[in-house]
């Protein structure tokens, strides 16, 4: 039997329970198990099973102590990782019945896997061959809406008061440690009515990865179940679930009051035309002063050196940029940017100039003294992450320079406050339009292809062209920013990795990035180079020519995956069912159907049958050059992996995975 029917028979089941008893749903049946034979499987009396079978009795007795346990078993020959985790208010018996049903449930659902995981309602208990503490790795996800009744009457109210809810107290669970990476919380819906949330990360991940696999987890709460009253989202390392009765025992972390505004979708749309318009005009404006005061001074600057002299006059000290080995230094590129100048123009951050939230920090919309638009990221004070990132972004973007890269125009530095400053994109980003119904009308074929050559070719850019080759690695449409004309820039790079010239591959034990667009060589092994940014592309591009979110595509009938449903298509000759009919209208079937054909050759599993995105940026450009044909994609079925061989000692170290070697070529 394979994962996906096994799954389909636990959906089953728990629907048979939840219409019984809506209340009844913990007790004795899993709520979703995910065995994985990547690594094959183990043989029966080996090693490894006596291992596992003493590991799932130490975590057994350990577990309940604490509510959570990490622990391995054996030596470098046949080593076998585990940890379980129970719900933050259970008590200690609770927590040992979860998780002695659970470890009889993880032998018996998962045949002689390698690697496991179930979930039951107050406990999970994962095991795997290779070491996996300390990892953080957004995928497994489970969603459950407990409730297939829909929300008639305006489900934006509802959404907000939850998401209010649910983003507070993952900031708390995830940054007070007092609380040991679990938090609930309850916020008034009506007068006779409250919305009840719960939210908990494993306890070896650090304070701002558990920060992000919240965040991604209710991005994914919100796409699963935005029309329900209740929803969960199980994933390796958080759970995040609400309800609109109690389902946890006290105490609460968060008892919340929200107050809610009617949004008013077209007036804001409007705002943006407008700002757009006046932001064309004040860059006219300006450039036509910059061009006026250097003929004065009869001083030759291009446009470039105009603006940075502009961003001087603000500097507190001269400029300052960060080096390589962490140390500030002056910079004529890069300009410092006085604190109280970046409040001046945000209005003190205020929360009417927000744009955004992001992984690190929010973004606000910013205008300067002489009219710029600016976008500010501001980069979380809690998040000892932020420096590290900070520093990252402003050493690499700083010194990129290229029409398909958003450009980084300033930066600041005051205590523990951090700040970058950008251009500002009127358009927002691609997310927004392909994602969104309505907006997605606005995006016609001609548009689509433009704004995935440009991404492309921002990614040659970084990849071959600049000074120094970077990895972007963590792609996504919510990271490609749309200016007035809607062309693409690239934005985002905390995350981006800088090779040396010979520099072919790297190896990271912290996995990184985003659930859905992370390639599965990087996902599973933390190995990742240029293909696995032309993976990332190629799902953008999927989604772009599809309008469908690869993440969360498994809750439709027709294929686990976004990618399993276009490979499925393809082969069957019926490529343009995959193509939104929308775009269908607007361009020419042998282009859209050529660019499903270079997309599938992007999400190859193998990342040497992947193209270059030179090769890309080629393919897309001439009608002559025939791509060729694609192979499977990852993702489509379960990979097989040769059985490792127990008894010759090859079993797999912790070393393999710890290592952050390179790899010349
Ligand atoms: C491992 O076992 C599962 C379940 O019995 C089976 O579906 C799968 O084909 C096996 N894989 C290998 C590589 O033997
Ligand atoms: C494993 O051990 C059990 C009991 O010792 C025995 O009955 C069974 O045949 C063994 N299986 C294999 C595959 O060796
Ligand atoms: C797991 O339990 C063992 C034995 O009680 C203990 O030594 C170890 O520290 C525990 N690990 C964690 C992460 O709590
Ligand atoms: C690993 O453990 C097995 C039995 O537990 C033992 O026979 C073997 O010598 C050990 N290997 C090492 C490298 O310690
Ligand atoms: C644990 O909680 C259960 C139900 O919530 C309760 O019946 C039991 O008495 C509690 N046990 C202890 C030791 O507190
Ligand atoms: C488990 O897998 C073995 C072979 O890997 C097979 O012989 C056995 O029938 C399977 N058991 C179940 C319950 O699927
Ligand atoms: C809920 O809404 C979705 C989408 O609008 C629809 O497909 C589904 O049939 C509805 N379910 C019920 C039970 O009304
Ligand atoms: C959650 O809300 C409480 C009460 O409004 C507030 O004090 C706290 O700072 C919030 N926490 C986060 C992480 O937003
Ligand atoms: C929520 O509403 C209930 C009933 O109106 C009220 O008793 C309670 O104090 C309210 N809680 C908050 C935090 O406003």
């Known amino acids: 039997m394979d994962r996906f029917s096994l799954c389909a028979i636990f959906i089953l089941v728990l629907s048979v329970c939840t219409i019984c008893s809506v209340s009844n749903v913990h007790a004795v049946e899993p709520l979703s198990t995910l065995c994985s034979y990547q690594y094959g499987n183990y043989s029966a009396n080996s090693t490894f099973e006596n291992n596992l079978k003493l590991l799932l009795q130490s975590l057994t007795s350990n577990t309940p102590i604490t509510g959570f346990n990490d622990t391995s078993v054996g030596n470098s020959t046949a080593q076998v990782y585990g940890q379980a985790l129970c719900r933050g208010d259970t008590n200690s018996t609770e927590c040992r019945d979860c998780v002695k049903i659970a470890a009889q449930g993880i032998m018996s659902q998962c045949n002689k896997s390698l690697d496991a995981l179930i979930w039951y309602e107050r406990c999970q208990v994962r095991y795997s061959v290779m070491n996996f503490f300390s990892l953080m790795v957004y995928t497994g996800k489970y969603t459950d809406s407990n409730y297939p009744r829909n929300v008639t009457a305006n489900p934006a109210r509802l959404y907000s008061h939850w998401i209010y809810m649910m983003t507070n107290i993952s900031g708390e669970a995830a940054f007070d440690p007092s609380l040991q990476m679990f938090a609930t919380g309850v916020v008034n819906f009506t ?57 946890y025992n006290g105490p609460v972390t968060s008892v919340l009051t929200y107050h809610y505004s009617e949004g008013n979708r077209w007036k804001k749309w409007i705002i943006v035309l407008v700002l757009c318009v006046l932001g064309s005009v004040s860059f006219v404006v300006i450039g036509y002063c910059a061009v006026f005061f250097s003929r004065r001074r009869k001083d030759e600057f291009d446009d470039e050196r105009s603006r940075s002299a ?38 003190d951050f205020s ?43 402003v050493m690499l973007i700083g010194r ?40 997605r009308t606005e995006l016609d074929w001609r548009t689509c292809y433009l704004i995935l050559d440009g991404i492309a070719r921002g990614l040659v850019y970084l990849h071959e062209d600049s000074r120094h080759k970077i990895i972007h690695r963590d792609l996504k449409p919510s990271n490609v920013l749309l ?46 180079s240029v293909k696995s940014d032309v993976f990332s592309f190629g799902v953008v591009m999927l989604e772009i020519i599809s309008g469908k979110r690869n993440n969360g595509f498994y809750l439709t009938e027709l294929a686990q995956t976004l990618l399993a449903y276009a490979w499925k298509l393809w082969q069957e000759g019926k490529e343009l069912e995959f193509v939104d009919p929308s775009l269908l209208d607007s361009g020419s079937t042998s282009e859209i159907v050529r660019c499903v054909q270079i997309g599938l050759l992007c999400v190859q599993e193998d990342p040497a049958d992947r193209p270059t995105m030179s090769e890309v940026v080629t393919l897309l450009g001439s009608e002559m050059r025939i791509p060729p044909e694609p192979k499977q994609p990852a993702y489509s079925v379960g990979r097989v992996v040769p059985v490792p061989d127990q008894s010759s000692g090859t079993g797999h170290s912790a070393n393999e995975m710890t290592a952050s070697t390179i790899f010349p070529r």
């Open 191 to 247: 007068a006779s009515r409250a919305i009840y949330g719960l939210v908990q990360c494993t306890r070896d991940i650090s304070a701002s990865d558990c920060n992000s696999c919240l965040r991604q987890a209710l991005g994914d709460l919100r796409t699963c179940c935005y029309t329900r009253e209740g929803g969960m989202i199980l994933s390796r390392n958080c759970n995040v679930r609400f309800e609109h009765y109690q389902f």
């Open 310 to 347: 502009l961003f001087h006059d603000y500097a507190a000290p001269v400029g300052v940029a960060i080096t390589e080995a962490g140390d500030l230094v002056s910079s004529d590129e890069l300009p410092f940017m006085d604190l109280t100048i970046v409040k001046a123009a945000t209005d």
């Open 351 to 393: 929360s009417s100039n927000k744009l955004g939230q992001g992984g690190f920090g929010a973004v606000y919309k910013g205008v300067l003294s002489d009219g710029t638009e600016v976008a500010v990221k501001r980069l979380s004070r809690k998040s000892w992450q932020g420096l590290e990132e900070f520093k990252n972004e």
């Open 400 to 439: 990129l320079k290229h029409r398909n890269l958003v450009r980084l125009i300033g930066w600041g530095m005051e205590g523990d406050e951090k700040l970058l400053i950008y251009e500002f994109m009127p358009n927002r980003s691609l997310d927004i339009f392909i994602f969104d119904p309505e907006k």
């Open 483 to 528: 200016d007035c004309g809607m062309e693409a820039k690239i934005s985002d790079f905390g995350m981006a990795r800088i090779f040396g010239e010979k520099q072919i591959t790297a190896n990271t034990k912290r996995v990184v990035g985003t659930y859905g667009y992370m390639a599965p060589e990087y996902a599973m092994g933390g190995h990742f």
